[in-house]
Structures are given as structure tokens and as C-alpha cells.
């Protein structure tokens, strides 16, 4: 028996089936869906622009695709490494299983990643490319002309072939954004057996808490890399990306409020038991981290921070605290659902326990290390596509 086991048996409480004891599904898989509705959230931050013409976000419009195609990268990985056979990963590929949910993600990721995502970027780009390819030389120069798929026109008809483009694939990649975490929720809110899990709402809550979280992460990086690059923000940009995250979380608030509300009235079995689960097991990463400092402080932020008492560069301290506490929040959600819902006996009459690791295969280190893979990718992304104002050294030097 290992000693995390062991320990675990330590901390069991009332009366558990054995199979209960250990918790499966560990900080990795509450880190996957984690990862996936960061992807869907920037997307939708992508699109507002795009599609719902919000041109006061144009500026954060290539950073958030990059952003979403930086996370969109490692989102497997959690799973990956939650198998333990990272070889047979592919196997749901190659020996497809259509009634399976779970290898549904499967063919949504490759949706997304090889028939939304690059296409996008690549016809948003390609003027670009082709650009710094006849600017630039060396190894990056090298990229740049692979990257141009040997497309060289950049005539305004072209041009305008390739907005078109962008503008079709922009309307089918944000259903499949939504799809693409949507299904995360339903996953958990199809297992009937579990109560805490059991809910039509989970789909769209996790949609919701996917649209926070990205419209989050872009406004968080938007300003941090304003600050690296040392210029100033763009004020209605900034401003506007605040609303529309106010906007969302008053949305997500009031779906989980349903969902809760709903699980208290109908008082279906195990009701106790979950009651119990909220204000003891997960009272500090329900009550205190997701619903206190990770859904009402920001709220109650945004709300002052929107009146205009405060000028920009207080509210932009504002925004830069408010977005950190969402993503912890967020991820305190998916914590809630994954683990907490693990942490319950079917009997309703005993709970378990999870002790996370620090090193080692579902441990808190392999956690932290995929977290911050995304923003790696991401670095190396932007240094090689440029998302700013202008890319182009000719432009800098006209726009100064």
C-alpha cells in the first residue's frame, strides 16, 4: 500500500465503499477542462471583434487567438499524462469509438485545432507572412517562407479573399469553441450516479465559467505584456474587455445560483450528504476561494471600477487584481466539480479524502509544469507573429 494511501485511509470519514478510498481523477483532470475553457474564452474574445464588430477590442484580436492557440496545444496534455500511455493516446483516432463521450474530445480538438484555429491565423497572417518573409532573413526568414505555403499574392483582392475566409471560419469556429468545453460539462453532468455532478446546467456553466476565465487570461496578458513592451494600454480596449467580463460573470453567477438553487428544492437523495460536502469538505475552495474571492470580490470590483470614480491607472491595478483572482477561481470551480465530487460516497454516509502529491506522475509539480507550458508557446508565438498594432519595422518607424 503507498503511503498517500495510507494517509488517505487516515482521514476517511462514516462509511465508504472500497473502491471510494482513492480519488482517480486527480489535479490533472481538474487542470483539463481548466485549460479547455481558457481556449473557448479566448476564442469568444477573438470573435467579439470579428463577428460582433466590438472594435474597441481590435487591439487584444491576434493576441487572443495566439493566446487560444497556445493553451489549445497542451489541453491533451493533462489527459495524456493522466493515462500513463501517452503512446495509445492517438488509439481514439485511429480506432474511433462515436458512442464513446469521452473520445469525442478526441475529434473536437482536431476540429477545432486543424479546420478553426490555424486556418484562421494562417489567412489572417498571410499578408504578414508574406511581408516579413521579404524582410526578414535568416532562421526566422526561413519560417516566414514555409509559413507562406508558397503564396505570395497579397494584391487587395486577395487581401479581401482572405478577410472573407476569416470571416466564415470565425462564425464556425465559435459554436465550435463552445462545443469544444460544452462537452467538459456534459461529460460530468451525464453521470447520473452522481448527484453533486448530475445537471442539465453543467454544460452551460462550464460555457459561462469558460467565457470568464478567457476573457480574464486575454485582459491579464493584454496589460502585463502592454507593460513589458512599454506601452500605454488602450484605454476602451481595456475598459471594454472589463464590461464584457462583468457581463459574463453576472451570467455565470446566476446559473450556478439556479443549479444550486434547484439541487436544495427538488431535496433528491443524498441531499444531506452534499450539504455537508459544501460547508465542511470543500469550505475553503468553494465557499472562501470560487464563490467569496473568485466570484463576488471581482464582481463587486468591476461594479466600482465601471462608476468612473477611479482613474485609469487605478482601475487598471483594479483589472490586473480582479483578473488574477477570476483565473483562481475558475480553476477553483473545476476543482470543486472534479474533485469534490470524488470526495463523496455513493452510500451518502461517509466521505473520503484527496492528498495531492508534490512530485510524481498526478502530482502537484506535473500540474504547474503544464500550466505554464501555455504560456511558453505562447512567448514563442508572439516573438515569431507579432499580434500588435504594427508588426512591421517600416510601420514603427512611420507610426512614430
Not at 503512446?87 to 469509438?97: S, V
Not at 460516497?345 to 500540474?367: D, R, V
Request: charged share 15%; aromatic share 14%; hydrophobic share 55%.
Amino acid at each position: 500500500m503507498s503511503e498517500i494511501l495510507w494517509q488517505v485511509l487516515q482521514h476517511v470519514q462514516g462509511y465508504i465503499y472500497p473502491n471510494e478510498v482513492e480519488v482517480n481523477w486527480s489535479v490533472l483532470i481538474a487542470l483539463y477542462p481548466y485549460i479547455t475553457g481558457l481556449v473557448a474564452g479566448a476564442f469568444i474574445v477573438a470573435s467579439l471583434e470579428r463577428i460582433f464588430k466590438v472594435e474597441a477590442v481590435k487591439p487584444t484580436y491576434r493576441l487572443a487567438l495566439l493566446t487560444a492557440l497556445a493553451f489549445l496545444l497542451c489541453a491533451p496534455l493533462p489527459l495524456v499524462a493522466h493515462l500513463g500511455h501517452p503512446e495509445r493516446a492517438l488509439e481514439i483516432m485511429m480506432t474511433p469509438h462515436l458512442s464513446s463521450a469521452m473520445a469525442g474530445f478526441g475529434f473536437v480538438y482536431a476540429w477545432y485545432l486543424m479546420a478553426v484555429l490555424l486556418i484562421e491565423l494562417y489567412f489572417d497572417y498571410r499578408k504578414d507572412i508574406v511581408m516579413w518573409s521579404q524582410e526578414v532573413g535568416g532562421i526566422k526568414g526561413f519560417i516566414y517562407k514555409i509559413l507562406t505555403l508558397g503564396d505570395y499574392n497579397i494584391s487587395d483582392e486577395a487581401v479581401k479573399a482572405d478577410n472573407k475566409i476569416v470571416n466564415i471560419v470565425t462564425v464556425i469556429g465559435l459554436p465550435s469553441a463552445a462545443f469544444l468545453h460544452g462537452y467538459v460539462g456534459f461529460i460530468f453532468g451525464s453521470v447520473k450516479a452522481n448527484h453533486w455532478w448530475s445537471s442539465p446546467l453543467m454544460p452551460i456553466i462550464f460555457l459561462f465559467s469558460a467565457m470568464v476565465s478567457g476573457i480574464a487570461l486575454v485582459l491579464l496578458i493584454y496589460i502585463v505584456s502592454s507593460y513589458i513592451r512599454g506601452v500605454e494600454l488602450d484605454r476602451a480596449c481595456t475598459d471594454t474587455l472589463a464590461n464584457y467580463l462583468l457581463y459574463s460573470y453576472l451570467l455565470d453567477l446566476s446559473l450556478e445560483f439556479m443549479e444550486l438553487a434547484h439541487l436544495f428544492y427538488t431535496q433528491e437523495e443524498g441531499i444531506d450528504a452534499i450539504r455537508v460536502l459544501i460547508t465542511d469538505k470543500l469550505f475553503w475552495t468553494f465557499i472562501v476561494i470560487q464563490v467569496f474571492l473568485g466570484t463576488l470580490v471581482p464582481i463587486f470590483l468591476l461594479i466600482i471600477a465601471r462608476t468612473g470614480i477611479f482613474k485609469f491607472n487605478v482601475r487598471k491595478w483594479i483589472y490586473i487584481f480582479v483578473t488574477t483572482l477570476t483565473l483562481i477561481g475558475v480553476f477553483a470551480m473545476r476543482w470543486n466539480v472534479v474533485i469534490g465530487g470524488q470526495l463523496i460516497s455513493k452510500t451518502y454516509l461517509g466521505y473520503t479524502t484527496y492528498i495531492m502529491p508534490l512530485f510524481g506522475p498526478e502530482s502537484l509539480s506535473l500540474a504547474l509544469a503544464i500550466w505554464i507550458l501555455p504560456f511558453i508557446i505562447l512567448a514563442v508565438l508572439i516573438k515569431l507573429l507579432p499580434p500588435w498594432e504594427h508588426p512591421h519595422e517600416w510601420e514603427k518607424t512611420e507610426a512614430e
